[in-house]
């Protein structure tokens, strides 16, 4: 059974058509090749989709979605992290991993301590106000997420196989971060 909330999702419509797009460019610029626009501009749409969804979970909480998403692989760790490694495996640049880092170890979600082998890169630890604050948040952020995603049905792994495959193919082309 279908939630109300799910058999009422929004289309890509209320945005300008690709197509639309595509013939404002043509008549500036007819020779401008704008066939990656429609993709591009879905997975943008998708993505600032998801963010409002999950927007009033993080209103009011001890943290952002962004700053869940970097906790989340220290919460799981059997071994403190380096900036470096954790700005590699979420796809992020290490400035701002590290600016991010700075914010949480002030809040005291994480900590960083020096790391014997490298004195340039610090060890990360998650902390335990930064694990309950990740289980609490993180399992209902998935919740959303289950809703929003819901209407695929079966089309879900498809689209799970290609979006995989789309990101391979474009690591592949600017390399992992």
């Known amino acids: 059974m279908e939630s109300e909330k799910t058999s009422r999702m929004p289309t890509p419509s209320s945005a300008p058509s690709a197509a639309d797009v595509g013939a404002q460019w043509a008549a500036h610029n007819p020779d401008l090749d704008t066939s990656p626009m429609e ?3 879905l997975l943008k749409h998708a993505n600032g989709v998801l963010s409002r969804a999950v927007e009033p979970l993080y209103a009011g909480a001890a943290l952002t979605a962004p700053e869940v998403d970097m906790l989340i692989p220290l919460r799981h760790a059997t071994e403190p ?4 490694s954790l700005a590699e495996r979420l796809g992020l ?3 701002g991993v590290s600016k991010t880092l700075g914010k949480l170890e002030k809040r005291g ?3 960083r301590t020096p790391n014997p082998a490298d004195r340039r890169a610090a060890l990360v630890t998650i902390t335990e106000a930064g694990a309950k604050a990740v289980d609490d ?3 209902r952020q998935l919740s959303i997420e289950f809703d929003l995603l819901a209407g695929l049905g079966e089309d879900r792994a498809r689209v799970t196989e290609a979006l995989h495959r789309l990101v391979a193919v474009m690591e592949a082309r600017v390399g992992h971060g």
């Open 39 to 41: 993709l591009v501009g």
């Open 81 to 84: 992290f380096i900036a470096r």
């Open 93 to 95: 640049s290490r400035a």
């Open 109 to 111: 979600f994480i900590t």
């Open 137 to 139: 948040l993180f399992p």
